[in-house]
């Protein structure tokens, strides 16, 4: 694949480097050898299909889903083993079985398919996008995929990067964020770590899956000037910075056709304008059709026993054979897995057969690194935190914190070392298949104790709030975990706390000033709360190691730097869409089916109809968003507080080619080292709400100053101009400002630029 790189918005600062995991591998010889390594891998592909039988070309375009494969004729259900999907290869050739196995936050295992397996778990994917941190998003790519390899899988179905448009999104914390060059920035250094390994990462999905309710009918519907804007340029600068080696197409529609058949999106924009050459796979059960499909840029049907027929088996063949095909497609689509895989040293690296040793202790520090590094510190009045070691009875309350952290649901769900201490079955929804509540074995309890040992620390579960707040009375410090549970397929109905959390915060804020909230949550919730606490920390899903993380953080071993990635709204009316579309129509589908199932003899009722979702923010996304409507949220994206104070100084703006670089001193004016992240925005010639162009993440002692410079992304700078068509910086004035958020002040300076363009 290309391996062209555009300007990033990053400093050149290399604060902290990932921890690489060495996995052994078995030899394995192939029968013959592919072709010289030393031919390109267009060539070595393009040799490969000259050599293969049709019969071995079509074998490539269809994957397995294992957990379903013995209802499939032919499946070679020896080779398979409990995982997402399973593609067999042509040995003769030295072309390796593809085994796929989700997803982004470790080597998932969601209902223990495979008994007693188990994988380190990273925080939520939004714990790592608060970083800011591109070391720390590589180092956890690197990790999951040296996992993943050791376990027999060389195909991980990680790099999501949907922007959050809803806060209500169930997949929210999969993904990173509301701004497409921070979660492009960070997916492209995830793919990239896993495929050091070497494994194969896709990026999903492709495109515009932006809610779970009805994500197999909904129709989203933008014009092209925003979709290039957002999501999409979220997606390319991943594909540039991780060169994954596929991309997964997404459930939905967009702007009418099929994500996995939509010619706009993989032909034209993916195949055409990104010139990727790897290959487009479905997601599971998102193919529809064979020729069209096929013709449209779908290259692989994932898991087809989840779609309604095989499509890209015997009639994909019926198709070549009546002409619907050409059959330089069908080897164009060979050509480009090949392609994928080369790139990927899948064909020159012997692939492990059997389980090889990890070494989950040293993992678990990447994945402690990244929550320590990616919990936010939203509010912190008089010194509230970090908690004083004097403290002698510390209290906690709720959210099952004396066994563990709260992680998210669906096919990202990681079976995680230690175990589950907590974990509740669905018994209803979409989700009930394959998700389950799920709390990994890191205590925060046991993890205060342990920092803390002079204290009393006790725990009790607030299911009573009137206990809770007699027992409060009691203590120096009160400290509740507030937790909201996510999970893929299914979007949370409202972003308030569930099962009263609410009224237990206040119940014990009124009898303990000393009150801290922890939150362990899929996204932002409402905090009605907020004016009687005077501390609240979000620690997202934090994680294999999310005990431990947070106990850092409360206690000031670690000082907080974490940004948020995305907007807390004040109220549930501030987003473009409070309510979910779909959800009574999914409401009142459910209910007629349910009294179908009790009444067989009742009138059938159609499933839930196809519905459109018109984004009419356009292109202006999360912060840009709030701006342009003039609403103030709770929390603004990019914010973050520490237990130091910073400065900016002496900011200095010029042109750099296509866009811009500013430089400016950063003082740490506090008496603790901290990480500081000035973030750069750009407000565009033509006026509009200011956007994020780029940071810097700076580590300073007390006292200490550093002249940073931070380059501008040129297509932030820019306005896509579908007439070009491509990417144009107007000429004129453009208004910089470096701040600690999307709405703080900060230093403030004009540049003029003379304008150009940039290809699509």
Request: aromatic share 6%.
């Amino acid at each position: 694949m290309r391996r062209w790189r555009s300007a990033t918005g990053l400093a050149a600062l290399a604060l902290s480097a990932g921890l690489a995991v060495a996995c052994p591998v078995v030899a394995e010889v192939s029968e013959t050898p592919s072709s010289a390594t030393s031919a390109s891998p267009t060539d070595r592909a393009n040799d490969l299909v000259a050599r293969m039988t049709r019969e071995e070309k079509l074998r490539l375009i269809h994957g397995y889903f294992p957990p379903m494969a013995d209802r499939t004729p032919g499946a070679p259900l020896s080779a398979m083993i409990p995982s997402a999907g399973y593609i067999p290869g042509v040995p003769r050739l030295g072309i390796p079985d593809l085994r796929e196995s989700d997803a982004s936050l470790g080597v998932a295992n969601q209902v223990e398919q495979r008994k007693g397996d188990v994988a380190t778990a990273l925080p939520s994917s939004l714990a790592t996008a608060a970083t800011f941190d591109s070391e720390i998003a590589f180092a956890g790519g690197e990790m999951i995929g040296g996992e993943a390899r050791a376990k027999t899988f060389n195909v991980l179905l990680a790099g999501g990067v949907n922007l959050t448009r809803d806060p209500w999104g169930g997949r929210n914390f999969e993904y990173l964020g509301e701004d497409p060059l921070l979660a492009g920035v960070m997916a492209g250094e995830h793919i990239r770590g896993v495929q050091t390994n070497p494994i194969v990462s896709t990026i999903k999905h492709y495109a515009f899956n932006s809610q779970e309710t009805g994500r197999t009918i909904m129709d989203a519907r933008l014009d092209e000037a925003a979709l290039r804007e957002s999501d999409l340029l979220a997606f390319q600068i991943a594909i540039e910075r991780g060169d994954p080696g596929s991309v997964m197409c997404a459930y939905n529609k967009i702007n009418g056709d099929w994500a996995c058949e939509n010619d706009f999106l993989l032909n034209q924009v993916l195949k055409r304008d990104w010139g990727y050459d790897g290959w487009v796979m479905s997601d599971w059960g998102a193919v529809h059709s064979t020729a069209k499909a096929a013709l449209a840029g779908l290259d692989q049907q994932s898991g087809q026993e989840l779609d309604s027929g095989p499509f890209f088996s015997a009639p994909f063949e019926a198709a070549l054979a009546a002409g619907e095909i050409p059959e330089a497609r069908l080897d164009d689509m060979v050509r480009r897995i090949l392609v994928g895989m080369i790139e990927n040293d899948l064909l020159d690296t012997p692939p492990v057969t059997t389980a090889q040793p990890i070494d989950y202790a040293r993992n678990a520090e990447v994945a402690q690194r990244a929550a320590e590094n990616g919990i936010v510190l939203l509010k912190n009045e008089g010194g509230a935190l970090p908690l004083a070691r004097t403290a002698k009875r510390i209290l906690l309350v709720g959210g099952h914190a004396d066994v563990g952290v709260l992680s998210g649901g669906g096919s990202s769900q990681v079976r995680s070392v230690g175990g589950a201490p907590v974990e509740i079955p669905l018994t209803s929804g979409a989700a009930s298949s394959f998700a389950r509540t799920t709390w990994h074995a890191s205590s925060p309890l046991t993890a205060i104790r342990a920092t803390s040992p002079s204290a009393t620390v006790t725990y009790i579960d607030g299911r009573d709030p009137a206990a809770a707040a007699a027992a409060a009375q009691q203590a120096d410090v009160v400290v509740v975990f507030a937790t909201q549970w996510t999970t893929e397929a299914q979007d949370v109905e409202d972003i308030s706390l569930p099962d009263g959390q609410d009224a237990l915060i206040q119940a014990v804020a009124a009898a303990n000033a000393r009150t801290v909230v922890v939150l362990e949550t899929g996204g932002p919730v409402l905090m009605p709360w907020i004016e009687e606490v005077p501390a609240v920390v979000q620690a997202w899903y934090p994680g294999q190691r999310g005990g431990e993380a947070i106990a850092r953080i409360l206690f000031g071993e670690v000082n907080p730097s974490g940004r948020l990635p995305i907007t807390f709204p004040a109220s549930a009316d501030q987003p473009p869409r409070p309510i979910v579309p779909g959800m009574d129509a999914l409401k009142r589908a459910d209910a007629a089916a349910a009294a179908a199932a009790s009444n067989p003899g009742a009138p059938r009722a159609e499933g839930m109809a196809g519905f459109p979702v018109d984004y009419v923010e356009g292109s202006d996304v999360g912060y840009r968003w709030y701006a342009r409507e003039g609403l103030k949220p709770l929390f603004p994206f990019g914010h973050g507080l520490s237990y130091t104070t910073f400065a900016y100084a002496g900011l200095a703006a010029e042109p750099d080619g296509d866009g811009l670089k500013v430089a400016v001193d950063v003082t740490n004016t506090g008496d603790r080292a901290g990480i500081e992240t000035p973030q750069l925005y750009v407000t565009p010639a033509g006026g509009g709400p200011r956007r994020l162009a780029g940071w810097a993440r700076v580590a300073l002692q007390p006292g200490e100053t550093r002249r940073v410079t931070i380059t501008a992304e040129p297509r932030i700078v820019a306005e896509y101009d579908v007439a070009l068509p491509g990417w144009r910086i107007a000429s004129g004035p453009y208004r910089i400002v470096v701040a600690r958020d999307a709405v703080a002040d900060g230093p403030t300076t004009e540049i003029s630029l003379s304008g150009s363009t940039i290809r699509p």
